[in-house]
């Protein structure tokens, strides 16, 4: 199977135009949690930073998520990258580079921005110009963005939950084995969780 990943992920960065040369990075792929690592309910969203309706449930949604479930203990949201183009790609990548403390601040600035920098005729420049206030400079950006293995572990990641979840869309949130596909209202995630905990 990870041979077959490995190929599929070879595929979708050829099909993306973002194989070649590259560098070292300064950080490695990992996954990003919200919440108490305790948490009795996990939430696994899947999201693509170029995708308006994951822009919408981070802006909107979110909120009230964090404030009546994360905030409380009762729910950790696991985020795994679900690049739908080159462009959400690179932003998945340059979000892991920004480093543990930074993640979430980071991912949450580009979902607040994402409709200044993901369709600009260079959105490359739009994200340096989004991350330099999160602590980014431009060349933090072009390393992280020339780190292979970073590129290739977004999308195994993408690729994993294509084969375990069947997500093939976002943004998709699995809550107790269940894939949700497609965006929902707080209250919608706020029931489901209540009555896991019950």
């Known amino acids: 199977m990870l041979k077959a990943v490995k190929f599929l992920a070879g595929a979708f960065l050829i099909a993306l135009g973002v194989v070649g040369t590259q560098q070292a990075h300064a950080t490695e792929w990992k996954e990003h949690v919200l919440g108490d690592e305790n948490a009795p309910v996990t939430m696994i969203e ?14 909107e949604v979110l909120p009230e ?3 009546k479930l994360i905030d409380t203990g009762k729910l950790k949201l696991v985020f795994r ?14 979000a892991q580079c920004a480093g543990d403390d930074r993640y979430f601040g980071v991912l949450s600035m580009l979902f607040k921005s994402q409709l200044s920098w993901a369709r600009a005729e ?24 020339a780190d292979q293995a970073m590129i290739d572990a977004i999308v195994a990641s993408r690729m994993k939950g294509e084969q375990e979840f069947n997500v093939s869309s976002t943004p998709s949130f699995i809550l107790d084995g269940e894939t949700i596909a497609g965006a929902r209202e707080a209250e919608f995630f706020i029931e489901k969780v209540e009555d896991l905990i019950d």
Do not use: W
Not at 46 to 59: D, E, G, K, Q
Not at 83 to 93: E, S, T
């Open 46 to 59: 899947y999201a693509s930073l170029t995708c308006p309706h994951c822009a919408a449930f981070h802006n």
């Open 65 to 67: 998520i964090k404030e």
């Open 81 to 94: 990258d679900y690049p739908l183009d080159a462009v959400a790609l690179r932003a998945a990548a340059v």
């Open 122 to 145: 260079d959105p490359i420049e739009g994200i340096k110009q989004v991350v330099r206030f999160g602590g980014m400079n431009s060349d933090a950006v072009d390393a992280c963005l």
